[in-house]
């Protein structure tokens, strides 16, 4: 069946530090990959996708990129701000449309 | 920029009373969706919804649920008798449809957070 799995939170880094959350997933096929963010107090906004394999999706200067060969689809960014402090979700979108969840991970940006 | 909106935006409820949750999806969207997230849980799907009727549904999504699109822009999850269980962040979720299909990106509104007493 379709899972996902993401490192667990908290991530605690220090402000213009390089950042990564680390997302693998299992699927029948090559879905489209999803990370979403959620501010505190506030709902689920996509951040950025990639629909096939090789994709590099980005936003906000966030980056992800489909990896077929290790079902990876990692999140990184180069010099984080403590207005990213969030809970990060990698998702899938499984074959009949709806979203594969992983567990989310807490960021914690220190001035 | 068109946003999913969804009231209240916190429910308190005794155990066996039914509740509504509501939602107003972005206009020109047509297919639905409810998620739930039971606090340090996984979002999981509840529900898809299309053209006045469910498209899927999950197992959580038994009998005591049922959605409706009661008017041009509402999209309801009724919990008919809630349980303790129950308790959760309800998100509801729209997309485009196009070329025989829902769109890929799914917007999420800012959930409803019930609480089962």
């Known amino acids: 069946g379709n899972s996902v799995t993401q490192m667990e939170g908290p991530v605690t880094l220090s402000e213009e530090a390089f950042l990564t959350i680390n997302c693998t997933y299992t699927a029948t096929g090559y879905p489209s990959l999803f990370w979403y963010v959620q501010y505190p107090g506030e709902g689920l906004q996509l951040l950025l996708k990639a629909t096939k394999a090789d994709d590099k999706g980005s936003n906000k200067g966030f980056e992800a990129t489909y990896r077929k060969e290790t079902t990876s689809f990692h999140l990184e960014k180069g010099s984080v701000q403590v207005s990213d402090s969030a809970v990060y979700f990698c998702a899938l979108r499984a074959s009949n449309y709806q979203l594969i969840w992983g567990a989310g991970t807490k960021l914690i940006i220190k001035p | 920029e068109p946003e999913v909106t969804q009231t209240p935006s916190h429910q308190v409820t005794q155990m066996g009373q039914e509740v509504i949750l509501r939602c107003v999806p972005i206009s020109n969207h047509l297919y639905f969706y409810w998620y739930r997230q039971i606090l340090g849980q996984k979002v999981e799907f509840l529900v898809s919804?299309?053209?006045?009727?469910?498209s899927e549904k999950s197992e959580i999504f038994d009998d005591q649920f049922s959605v409706e699109r009661p008017d041009g822009s509402n999209f309801t999850l009724k919990i008919r008798s809630t349980k303790l269980e129950d308790s959760a962040m309800y998100f509801c979720a729209s997309s485009e449809w196009g070329a025989g299909a829902p769109a890929d990106t799914q917007y999420f509104g800012p959930g409803t957070r019930l609480t089962v007493l």
């Open positions: 919804f299309y053209n006045n009727e469910i």
